[in-house]
């Protein structure tokens, strides 16, 4: 899997309270087949990942502010989850915006546990097949997906996965739709 995402360029959007494991992965498996990955988050500075939602985790320092990126800029996105995570980027309106016009851009977005909920308040899931943590699945339902209980769901541009003990499918799913769509044009 070594250089096969080379040149290309993926946000990873989190803010306090990020699941570690869901941040740590995916970025490492980016990472080794050649992406280079960006934190982007709403404030600059540093975000504190948890363990479990409960214990802290490390922190990790924001390559750059939400407000400040385009959709344009990126060649995916990925959600991580956490509980409290996508429950701030939810008040972010920046973060919201830059999702919607990611998901609406047809490029890869990967979403992971609670990540989808950032996905519903950009109002993206209607009529999309998804999976994700068990507790938010009826959002994801009221907001006019249909939801699946699949280690790994992908729709179109979306890969959506449920839990940390996903992470091997999600991860090569992910890197799987991402080497097979065109890359951004850099200048």
Same mark, same amino acid.
């Not at 990873?12 to 970025?27: K, S, T």
């Not at 959709?71 to 309106?93: H, S």
């Not at 546990?113 to 009826?138: M, N």
């Given at each position: 899997?070594?250089?096969?995402?080379?040149? $290309?360029? @993926? *946000?990873?959007? %989190? +803010? &306090?309270?990020?699941?570690?494991?869901? #941040?740590?992965?995916?970025?490492?498996?980016?990472?080794?087949?050649?992406?280079?990955?960006?934190?982007?988050?709403?404030?600059?500075?540093?975000?504190?990942?948890?363990?479990?939602?409960?214990?802290?985790?490390?922190?990790?320092?924001?390559? $750059?502010? @939400? *407000?400040?990126? %385009? +959709? &344009?800029?990126?060649?995916?996105?990925? #959600?991580?989850?956490?509980?409290?995570?996508?429950?701030?980027?939810?008040?972010?309106?920046?973060?919201?915006?830059?999702?919607?016009?990611?998901?609406?851009?047809?490029?890869?977005?990967?979403?992971?546990?609670?990540?989808?909920?950032?996905?519903?308040?950009?109002?993206?899931?209607?009529?999309?097949?998804?999976?994700?943590?068990?507790?938010?699945?009826?959002?994801?339902?009221?907001?006019?997906?249909?939801?699946?209980?699949?280690?790994?769901?992908?729709?179109?541009?979306?890969?959506?996965?449920?839990?940390?003990?996903?992470?091997?499918?999600?991860?090569?799913?992910?890197?799987?739709?991402?080497?097979?769509?065109?890359?951004?044009?850099?200048?």
């Amino acid at each position: 899997m070594t250089g096969e995402l080379s040149g $290309r360029r @993926v *946000a990873i959007l %989190a +803010a &306090d309270g990020v699941e570690q494991v869901e #941040l740590d992965r995916p970025r490492a498996e980016l990472e080794e087949a050649g992406a280079r990955a960006e934190l982007l988050s709403t404030h600059r500075g540093e975000i504190q990942a948890m363990n479990h939602d409960i214990d802290k985790g490390d922190r990790f320092t924001v390559d $750059r502010q @939400v *407000a400040e990126a %385009a +959709a &344009d800029d990126y060649d995916a996105l990925i #959600l991580p989850g956490g509980t409290i995570n996508p429950d701030n980027l939810r008040r972010d309106t920046d973060a919201v915006a830059f999702v919607r016009d990611f998901v609406n851009s047809g490029k890869p977005v990967g979403a992971i546990c609670h990540g989808p909920w950032t996905l519903v308040e950009a109002d993206v899931v209607r009529g999309r097949r998804l999976t994700s943590f068990f507790s938010i699945r009826t959002d994801l339902r009221n907001a006019g997906a249909e939801v699946l209980d699949e280690e790994v769901v992908v729709d179109r541009n979306l890969v959506t996965s449920r839990q940390p003990r996903d992470l091997p499918a999600f991860n090569a799913k992910l890197v799987e739709l991402i080497a097979a769509t065109e890359p951004v044009a850099r200048t």
